[in-house]
């Protein structure tokens, strides 16, 4: 069931019931990346799954990271009426939680960041600009090779040919100006200083072969957070969700719970 949160401009599916579960999609996928979890987690969890701003039918918002943060916040407080809620994030849409954190202190209970980081290294800067230029000056399908292998190994695309057509055809459904935009926010982003200030306990995952945001992102995360604990996903690159389901619900589990 969809529904409309932040004054009508954030729109989400909702299931289940309990204690409240926010999953952030990443930026190269879309909420349908968790669509293989969510059964399992709305058995104990009343789960969300927004589409972030500009995705979907969710209002866009001019002001970078730090606008899409306080947009999710006030998405996640309406959501939860005073209740303390658990935010999951993958890849973007863990950026987009952990700057909500920072920001807003008090707004969830737990973070999961999967496939993020707090900084990234001047290559991977680099990338950003150059997916940005090639994106504004050709499309998104110039690029769109280039943003499944950042999502899957080729291995795996080659063995999961109707997922991988879902996936292309997702990301082109992406407003390119909201894709610019973010991966103009995602190269200029260095979030380290800032990370002693989230106290709350977080769980920091991350795929063994992710490309996007590799291992030692999250490492240098973990390390930064007071109150964290990191598992890598064996075998899994940067949206562990979708490519092993059961490894990725099994390495949550107990953080949640």
Avoid at 18 to 23: A, I, M, T
Avoid at 78 to 89: E, M, P, Q, T, W
Avoid at 152 to 168: K, N, S
Wanted: glycine residues 8%; negative net charge.
């Amino acid at each position: 069931m969809d529904r409309l949160f932040a004054n009508g401009t954030v729109n989400a599916t909702q299931s289940g019931d309990g204690p409240l579960l926010f999953l952030f999609h990443s930026l190269l996928s879309d909420r349908a990346s968790f669509d293989a979890v969510v059964p399992e987690l709305e058995k104990s969890f009343r789960t969300i799954v927004p589409e972030l701003p500009g995705f979907g039918r969710s209002h866009a918002v001019e002001g970078g990271l730090v606008a899409v943060a306080d947009r999710m916040a006030e998405a996640v407080k309406d959501a939860a009426g005073g209740a303390s809620a658990i935010v999951l994030g993958n890849g973007y849409g863990g950026f987009v939680a952990l700057q909500m954190a920072i920001r807003h202190p008090e707004i969830a209970s737990k973070l999961v960041l999967a496939d993020c980081g707090a900084a990234f290294t001047e290559p991977g800067r680099e990338a950003f600009r150059n997916m940005s230029r090639v994106s504004r000056e050709k499309g998104l399908a110039a690029i769109t090779d280039v943003a499944m292998r950042r999502l899957f190994a080729p291995d795996f695309q080659e063995q999961h040919p109707e997922l991988m057509q879902g996936r292309r055809e997702a990301f082109l459904r992406t407003d390119p100006t909201v894709f610019c935009a973010a991966c103009d926010a995602l190269a200029g982003l260095d979030l380290r200083t800032e990370l002693a200030g989230v106290k709350i306990p977080v769980l920091v995952l991350v795929g063994e072969h992710d490309e996007a945001t590799p291992p030692p992102m999250s490492h240098e995360l973990a390390a930064g957070l007071p109150h964290a604990e990191l598992k890598i996903i064996p075998g899994c690159a940067h949206v562990p969700q979708l490519q092993s389901p059961r490894q990725f619900l099994d390495a949550v589990k107990d953080f949640l719970l």
